[in-house]
């Protein structure tokens, strides 16, 4: 059974940076991919952002691009989301999820593992 746990969340003013992390444990090799997603109060779940863990294909929703990077550390088995230039709507609780599918990996029924997430704050 796959085990994630998000970290790095935390309160920031407009125009900061956070990093986040995912550690992932108990990865078999129909893990395929690794997906960010977000869910504010009274909101959908939805997509952030997503890596291959094989070649490092990354995929970002276009509120995001540009200002988010996803990154990947096979060796740790942890993925990363730097975050820059935040906005008050990025406020969310941020998760990490992973998946064995090979594409669509905007789709969030798709994921099988979830992590527990993390708050992310932005102050205006």
């Known amino acids: 059974q796959v085990q994630l746990v998000e970290s790095g969340g935390g309160l920031v003013q407009a125009g900061g940076s956070l990093r986040l992390s995912c550690a992932a444990s108990?990865?078999?090799?129909?893990?395929?991919?690794m997906g960010w997603f977000r869910q504010a109060p009274g909101k959908e779940r939805e997509f952030v952002a997503a890596v291959t863990w094989s070649s490092g294909s990354t995929y970002y929703a276009d509120s995001v691009r540009g200002r988010f990077t996803i990154s990947r550390e096979n060796a740790k088995n942890t993925v990363y989301l730097q975050m820059n230039s935040l906005k008050p709507e990025d406020t969310a609780v941020y998760y990490c999820?992973?998946?064995?599918?090979?594409?669509?990996?905007?789709?969030?029924?798709?994921?099988?593992?979830w992590g527990q997430g993390t708050q992310v704050t932005v102050s205006s």
């Open positions: 999820a992973d998946t064995s599918m090979r594409r669509n990996y905007d789709f969030k029924n798709g994921y099988k593992y």
């Open positions: 108990g990865r078999t090799f129909s893990s395929y991919a």
